[in-house]
Structures are given as structure tokens and as C-alpha cells.
């Protein structure tokens, strides 16, 4: 592939990826949010994908790889487990609107977008649309997760910060390094798993996934 | 001969995990952490003097590089790893005796120990900003498992703020490394050398000032979430309280240590780069107002274990204050600070465990005269405050006064005085409430029973350690400070 031609598509890929968060914060439904970080997901494995065949360098192939077995597979799957074990509400419990929090979100990805051009960075594959929408994705998972009192959506949200950053990593640096890569996977997927673990026992000990419930503990 | 020790330090907690759970050594699982922890602490101590033999050491193709600043780190875990699961074992048992754990989680809690303690070494011996990230995430990851071991809702809370903060503060430090690692790609090229700290140091004068002083600020917000800096400190206090209380000893002891450790390894970077200025001024800034942050809520609390989780925020502040403040002395004094925090905050975690299970109670307001029911404890909590509140003859005395007397050298005067005017403050709630606790009228007819001979030995060895290095600090231990505060100056 050309380089022109891989950075046209990551440029796309990472605008979609915008778009999908914006969809995540639009998301009434579990169910859809977690459609949707899968989506997103394959959307920056794609975008890995471009980048290795642009460079035909091993360590990218295997990033992108590792990206669709991790983050597209099996992360969003232990989500949907809780999601079919648990008879909970489905609801993502938003504290704000979902009118307010859409706004907000395409808000922040205009200002974001428009505020990122000089800076610092000049990205390694010319796609120069990238860095500000991996920073939009890390911003609206970052509001997503202040913004969300269900314990899923929480992770979700974390998930969408994680998918910012490996592509603003992939822009930048082509990926870390192949050992770097695999530990962060490796400790992503433990702290999800850790998360299911505790979605599930929240749910014996409160009934609920509301993090609400989780208040005690203060001064 | 590196390469083995280092193999054998971190080896040996990993296999004590796995026989831990082996059906026939299930019952001896305690014990045998506590062989692991102990070859741990032999292999830190044979690099320490490797080190301080023949200077930084690396192996594995200086995938591992072991300096002075790392051989300090290493040992405070390795010590304090061994009293906490020293300590363990009678605790657990305890727990196990009063319902409040089930049989099968004595096994599973040494076993989330040892691979706590074998996450934790990697820190300081890794040579690779990448893999200290992993290594710091995993200790994470393991030691949530570890706060939520009774399975009550509080500590599902305390866990699940921990493990949400603690992951979204450490996105951010990866996000500074990946800064880090794109300011050395031009000079380094695309190589996993690019993140080696030992190569970074050498060609730090090279890196994009812009994007090492953006990187630092990303790196001091996310490894400072896990230091416990306020404003992003609010994990702590609850993770720390609801811990069963060998780890609260190892969480607020060695793992914030190993975080801050990761903040001065890129202070070096980002003053060869940027200049010290800027990383000096924001490691003040978030001291300051972690020590001033800590006082309202240590004058006003009643738990005693979010009371040292508190001092805990206000010593790494002290310490992140020290190493802003810099030069020699303010270094010096910060190493010194580091080491005794360690200390001495561990024993008092364990000596407030066990008057903790002997009240059955967190609360100071339902702890009277512990000094008369269980003197072993009274004596070392009053001991324990009476060092943290950095009175002589011991060590924190010493390195407060090297704080405020570098802050001087430094031109930096009045922000010397105010942080101690602050820890003042600390201390005198610090030994109030220390002595309402341990005197005052214990209720009548209750009773306690004698501490175990694992459980005085667990809390007074790092007491007596502390006394020793306040009193008559061997010249060993001195000159590895000096080595190590010159490290964390950079050249």
C-alpha cells in the first residue's frame, strides 16, 4: 500500500473512531455502547492495519493483530457475559442528558480538533488528522467515565481511553515497542477481567451496578 | 552472576505463588511466602552491595540495569516485603478464626501476595520505561485483588475506586512514556532501545524540550495518581483502610515508592532535556499542596487506618517536596525521608492491624488505653508516631531538617517554612491522637490477647531498623543515599 493511501485511510479510520465515540456518549443502552467499543476497536485495527502494510513492519502487523483478538474480541465479550448473566437494568444511567452529553461530546471533538494542529507533534505517517482525534477519543472515554454511574459504562469508557491512546502511539511512534505492546495488552485484558470480576460481585453485594451505591468511604 | 541474582530475587515469589496452591502445601502457605520473600530480600541485598561495590550494574543485554536509586528501592521492598507476610500469618489466621476470611483465601492471599512482590521488584531493576509501565500496572491490577479480599462492600468500593483510578492515572503516565518514546525515535530509531533509560539518559541533552516537559507533565499526573499526590490521591485513603493490614503495610510502605520511583527516573530525563526548573517546580507544586491538603483530614479523622493513609499522602508529598526543592541536601534528605517513611509507616500499618482485630474496630474513638491492654502494640504505635511526627533522635527529624535547610541553599525559603509549618501540623494531630488512643480509660472487663511471637517480631524489626540507621547510620548506608540522590540530580 502507498503511503498517500495509508494515511488517507487512518485519517478516515480515526475520524470514524470519533464519530463511534460520539455514539458510545449518544448510547441509551448498554448493549449498543458495547456495539460500539467493538466497532471503535476494529476501527483502529484497521487503521494498525494500514500503517503495517504502508511500512511492512512486523511489530504493526502483530499490534494490529493483538488489537482485534483483545480489544474487539475478548474484552467486549467478558462485557457481554455480565450483560447476559445479570438481569439489571440496561439502562446506562447517564447523570447528564443525553441531548447535553452529545453536544458536549461533538463540542469538545470540534475544539479538540481545531486546537491540535501545531502542537509538538508532527506524526510519523503524515496523517496529520490523527493526533487531535485520539485526543477527542481520550477526552470523550475521560467524560464518559465521570459522567456514567453505571459500572459497565465506567469500563467502556476506559476501553475508549485505551483505543486513543494506542492510536495516538501508532501515529506517532508506529506502535511501542513489540515487548512494551504485548505487556499493555496483557494488563489491559487482566484489568478488565478484574473489572467483570467485581461487576459480578458488586451485583450480589448491591443489586444494582450502580456505582452510587459505592459512597460509603469518605473523609 | 547479575543475571542469576536477579532471575532468583524475582523467581522466587512466583514459585511460592504457584505452590502455594498446590493441594499438599496449602497448609503451609504462610510459611512458605515468607521463604520466598526471604531468598527476595537476600538477591536485593546482594545487588546492594554488588552496587555499591562496583557501581550501576546491568544484564540481559542492559535489559535490567541496577543503580544506587534502584538498589534502595529494591531493598526497602524486599525488607518490608518479608515483615508484612511475616506478619501475615498470624493475621490471616486470625481472620480465618473469626470468620471474617474462608479457609480457601488463605492460599489465594499469599499467593496475590508473592506475585505482588514479584510485580513490585521488576520496578526499580527494569531498565525499560515500557515494561516499568506494565510492571506498575500489574501491581495494580494485583493489589486490588488484595484490597478486596473480604468481599464486604466496602472494599468492593475501595477496590473498584482503586482499580478505576489507578488505571485511568496510569493511561496517562503510558500516554508521557509514548511521548517519551517519540522524542528519542529521531535520535534512536524505531527500536525497543528507544524507551532504555540508560540510553535515554545519554542523549537526554538531545530530546525535544517541548515534548519532555509535555511528556513529564503526563508522567507526574499518572505514576502521581499511584504516588498518592493530591488532588489525585482520593483512592488512597480508602484502598489503604480497607486492605487487610500486611498489605496496607506494603501498599503505603514499598508500592508508592515504587510509583515515585518512576517520576524520578523521568525527572532525570526531562532536566537533561528541558532544564530542572520546570519538573523541580511541579514536583513543589504537587508536594505543597499534597501536605497541605492532608493536614484538615488528619486533624479531623477517627479511623486510624485512613489516619496513616493521610500521613502517607503527606509524606510523599514531604519527599516529592524534598526532590523539588533539590541540590544535594534537599535530595539527600528526600532518600533519607523515603527510607524512613518506609519504615516506619509499616510497622505502624501492622501494630494498628493488630489493635484493630483486637477491638474489632477502625475507630480511635472506640480505642482506649491500648498501652495497658496490649502493651506490645501501645508501645509501638506511640514509637511508630513519635518517628513519623519526625522527632529526634530519629531519622525524619533529620531529613525535615535537611528539607527546610536545602530549601534555604535553594533560594526557596518560604515555601520550606510553609511545608513545615504543615507537617508540624500533621504531627501534633499525628501524636494526639496517638496518645488518646493509647492512654486514656480502657473500657472494663475487656481483654487481649498476647501478641504472637511472628506478629512483635514483624512490627518491631523495622522499628529497631529504623532506630539503628537514625542513631548510628552505618557509612554503607549513608554513601548509598549520596549515590542515590546524585542519580535522581542526573549530571
Not at chain 1, 493526533?131 to 467524560?143: D, F, R
Amino acid at each position: 500500500m502507498s503511503d498517500d493511501l495509508a494515511s488517507t485511510l487512518i485519517n478516515d479510520l480515526a475520524t470514524g473512531m470519533v464519530i463511534v465515540a460520539i455514539g458510545i456518549v449518544w448510547s441509551r443502552s448498554l448493549g449498543w455502547a458495547l456495539l460500539l467499543i467493538c466497532l471503535q476497536s476494529l476501527l483502529l485495527a484497521g487503521a494498525a492495519l494500514c500503517a503495517a502494510l504502508a511500512t511492512q513492519s512486523s511489530h504493526i502487523y502483530i499490534g494490529a493483530m493483538l488489537t482485534l483478538v483483545v480489544k474487539v474480541f475478548a474484552a467486549p465479550t467478558l462485557l457481554w457475559l455480565v450483560l447476559l448473566k445479570l438481569p439489571t437494568s440496561h439502562d446506562v444511567q447517564a447523570s447528564i442528558g443525553q441531548r447535553t452529553g452529545v453536544i458536549l461530546a461533538i463540542a469538545l471533538a470540534l475544539i479538540l480538533g481545531q486546537s491540535f494542529d501545531a502542537g509538538p507533534f508532527r506524526t510519523a505517517i503524515g496523517a496529520d488528522r490523527v493526533l487531535p482525534a485520539a485526543v477527542t477519543v481520550m477526552v470523550i472515554g475521560l467524560m464518559v467515565m465521570v459522567t456514567h454511574r453505571q459500572a459497565l459504562t465506567q469500563i467502556v469508557g476506559f476501553l475508549m481511553i485505551e483505543n486513543g491512546m494506542a492510536l495516538a502511539a501508532l501515529t506517532a511512534t508506529y506502535g511501542m515497542p513489540l515487548v512494551v505492546e504485548l505487556g499493555i495488552f496483557l494488563d489491559l485484558l487482566m484489568a478488565v477481567f478484574v473489572g467483570f470480576v467485581y461487576i459480578g460481585r458488586m451485583h450480589t453485594i448491591f443489586g444494582s451496578l450502580d456505582t452510587e451505591s459505592l459512597r460509603t468511604l469518605k473523609g | 552472576m547479575i543475571a542469576a541474582v536477579v532471575v532468583a530475587m524475582l523467581a522466587a515469589p512466583l514459585a511460592g505463588a504457584v505452590l502455594a496452591q498446590a493441594p499438599p502445601l496449602r497448609r503451609v502457605a504462610g510459611p512458605l511466602a515468607l521463604l520466598a520473600v526471604c531468598v527476595t530480600l537476600a538477591a536485593a541485598l546482594v545487588l546492594a552491595a554488588k552496587v555499591q561495590a562496583d557501581g550501576p550494574q546491568s544484564a540481559f543485554d542492559s535489559w535490567v540495569y541496577v543503580d544506587s536509586l534502584s538498589v534502595v528501592i529494591l531493598v526497602l521492598i524486599a525488607i518490608v516485603g518479608v515483615c508484612a507476610t511475616l506478619n501475615s500469618i498470624p493475621y490471616i489466621n486470625r481472620d480465618i478464626a473469626d470468620g471474617h476470611l474462608g479457609a480457601a483465601d488463605g492460599p489465594r492471599y499469599y499467593s496475590l501476595l508473592m506475585v505482588f512482590m514479584a510485580t513490585m521488584a521488576v520496578v526499580p531493576v527494569i531498565n525499560n520505561l515500557g515494561i516499568m509501565w506494565v510492571a506498575i500496572e500489574a501491581t495494580t491490577v494485583v493489589s486490588v485483588l488484595l484490597v478486596s479480599i473480604y468481599r464486604t462492600g466496602q472494599s468492593l468500593e475501595a477496590a473498584w475506586k482503586y482499580l478505576v483510578l489507578g488505571s485511568v492515572g496510569i493511561a496517562l503516565a503510558l500516554f508521557g512514556t509514548m511521548m517519551t518514546y517519540y522524542a528519542s525515535a529521531p535520535l534512536l530509531g524505531d527500536t525497543s532501545q528507544g524507551l532504555s533509560w540508560t540510553e535515554l539518559r545519554a542523549i537526554s541533552s538531545q530530546l525535544d524540550p517541548d515534548v519532555m516537559r509535555l511528556a513529564f507533565v503526563f508522567v507526574l499526573v499518572g505514576y502521581g495518581t499511584k504516588v498518592g499526590l493530591a488532588p489525585m490521591h482520593t483512592w488512597l485513603p480508602d484502598a489503604h483502610s480497607q486492605a487487610p493490614s500486611p498489605v496496607s503495610a506494603l501498599l503505603s510502605g514499598v508500592l508508592l515508592n515504587c510509583a515515585l520511583y518512576a517520576v524520578l527516573r523521568f525527572r532525570v530525563l526531562t532536566a537533561g532535556s528541558a532544564g530542572d526548573a520546570y519538573a523541580d517546580d511541579l514536583l513543589i507544586a504537587f508536594g505543597l499542596f499534597s501536605v497541605g491538603l492532608a493536614v484538615p483530614f488528619l486533624v479531623v479523622q477517627h479511623d486510624i487506618k485512613r489516619m496513616l493513609a493521610y500521613h502517607s499522602v503527606e509524606h510523599m508529598g514531604i519527599i516529592a517536596l524534598a526532590v523539588g526543592i533539590g541540590g544535594p541536601v534537599g535530595l539527600y534528605a528526600a532518600m533519607l525521608h523515603l527510607v524512613a517513611h518506609s519504615l516506619t509507616k509499616s510497622s505502624l500499618f501492622m501494630a494498628a492491624g493488630s489493635v484493630v482485630q483486637a477491638f474489632n474496630t477502625r475507630s480511635m474513638h472506640r480505642m482506649r488505653g491500648v498501652l495497658a491492654l496490649a502493651p506490645f502494640s501501645g508501645a509501638s504505635l506511640i514509637l511508630g508516631a513519635v518517628a513519623l511526627a519526625g522527632l529526634p533522635p530519629f531519622a525524619m527529624f533529620t531529613s525535615e531538617y535537611g528539607l527546610l535547610s536545602g530549601s534555604f541553599t535553594a533560594g526557596h525559603a518560604l515555601i520550606g517554612v510553609s511545608g513545615l509549618l504543615l507537617i508540624a501540623l500533621a504531627a501534633a494531630s499525628l501524636l494526639y491522637h496517638t496518645v488518646q488512643v493509647s492512654y486514656g480509660q480502657p473500657r472494663p472487663g475487656k481483654s487481649v490477647p498476647r501478641p504472637s511471637a511472628a506478629a512483635v517480631l514483624s512490627v518491631s524489626l523495622p522499628l529497631l531498623l529504623l532506630l539503628f540507621i537514625s542513631i548510628a547510620p552505618p557509612a554503607e548506608f549513608e554513601s548509598a543515599l549520596r549515590d542515590a540522590a546524585t542519580v535522581i540530580e542526573g549530571s
